[in-house]
């Protein structure tokens, strides 16, 4: 098995013929003429596939690429019956969560949430239920659940386990060899990494739950364009390396708010000091370039904190080649257990020293 910074270089290259290009064209087609397995531009795309061979052979499953992460998400709900009982998060990316309290509401789903970091509390939630949807680290909060324990109790009780894996990315953890049934990316953070387009992927080792999945691609309709495609495969190019120097930066900062006058807490999986970190350790290659911090300070005051930056730039998202903060709570959708002055920063990988230099201006007008 390749390594997957090697991975990260190799796959989805066209076949290695003289003369053939390096790089996959951008098929700009709405069809195919007729005889062969893509057929109409809704259900398959050479660029398509060739970003997929990336992510399948870091995720080791097979995978299928959507217009977005939520397309994604969306994809593995929507194969559920109607009435299925789903065990997830009380605490995740906010979009996942408002979906699910909405098929919660409706019916369609019944949604049992839990602290996915408390282990005996989700696995007495399980029994019955027939997905187990777990997302680790979590984001905005950097909760870790213990992965290989959960997946191991849920396969026991012949239970799906779907695991988010936008966080930790492929470079840090492998879900599917943990036993999942699925693993989701937002590629739009770090494996397309340079915040200009939406992707999202799942992959699955399973042939029967990947044509399903396929059938809601086919007809949801929900499909990534060749151009983003293409740009993604690019940006997978230097995703291991992006993701080690935001990681290296990430445990940096980390350790220097955790030391600063006018910071509460650092919550970092990375960081020797974190509830959390010996689970980490024991499962996680490397932590990630996302943590969170709360600032001694009022919502309003810690608002000011992000505008204050000058190199780091006040917006939503991650992943990115350039560092991110923002104030969670400024999201209306944002769950109530995200405290109002915690600041979410996705480290990009500018020089360390210059964006400590950022921060301390930043947290010294307040
Ligand atoms: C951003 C994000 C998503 C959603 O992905 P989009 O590409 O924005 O639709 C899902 N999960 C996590 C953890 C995310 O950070």
Redesign the pocket.
Known sequence: MKKPETIAVTAGRPEHTPDASLNPDVQFTSTFRAGGPLGYGRYGNQTWLAVEDAISQLEGGRTLIFS??????NAVFNILPVGAVVTASNQ??S??MTVLKMLNESGRLEVRFVDVANTSEVIAAIPGTQLLWL?SP??PCLEVADLPTLIKAAKQAGIGVAV?N??ATPLNQNPLAMGADLV?N????FLAGHSDI???AISTKDDALFTRIETQRKLGGAIAGPMEAWLALRGIRTFAIRVQRGSESALELAKRLSEHPKVSRVRYPGLPTDPQHERAKSFMRGFGAVFSFEVKASGEETERVCNAAKLITNAT???GVETLWERRRRWPIESEVVPESLIRVSVGIENVEDLWDDIKQALDTI
């Not at 977005?68 to 998400?73: D, K, L, N, T, V």
């Not at 937002?186 to 953070?189: A, C, L, M, N, P």
């Open positions: 977005s992460g939520m397309a994604a998400i995740g990316y979009g996942t997302e979590t984001n988010d936008t966080f989701m937002s590629v739009t953070k939406l992707m999202g998202s991650l992943g």
